[in-house]
């Protein structure tokens, strides 16, 4: 079984940076895809970023530029460093592992980008 936990969201000025971190539990293969998504009430949920054993990245239109996940060696803690946060980047913020077939979530955090 795998388990993720979010931490390190908060409320921050438009400007502003966070860095959200997750930690994984569980037998996690090189081949895993790992990302973060969001979701804002009444909207479905999007991927912000994913990276894959080799290091290959990839991001949402709205946030490149902006913001940049990362994994460790060990690939049991994934981070997504949020910079130039602006309003719209407000949502909970989901922590994803994609193992073969199986898809695995953490409970989510909050990011609040308001003055």
């Known amino acids: 079984q795998v388990h993720l936990v979010e931490s390190g969201g908060g409320l921050v000025q438009p400007g502003g940076s966070l860095r959200l971190s997750c930690q994984i539990s569980g037998r996690i293969i090189s081949s895993s895809v790992m990302g973060w998504y969001r979701q804002t009430p009444g909207k479905e949920r999007e991927l912000v970023a994913a990276i894959v054993g080799g290091g290959i990245t990839r991001y949402a239109d709205s946030v490149k530029g902006r913001f940049a996940i990362s994994r460790n060696a060990a690939m049991n803690s994934v981070y997504l460093q949020m910079d130039d946060l602006k309003p719209e980047d407000t949502a909970v913020y989901y922590c994803?592992?994609?193992?073969?077939?199986?898809?695995?979530w953490g409970p989510g955090t909050q990011v609040t980008v308001s003055s």
């Open positions: 994803n592992a994609r193992i073969g077939a199986q898809s695995y």
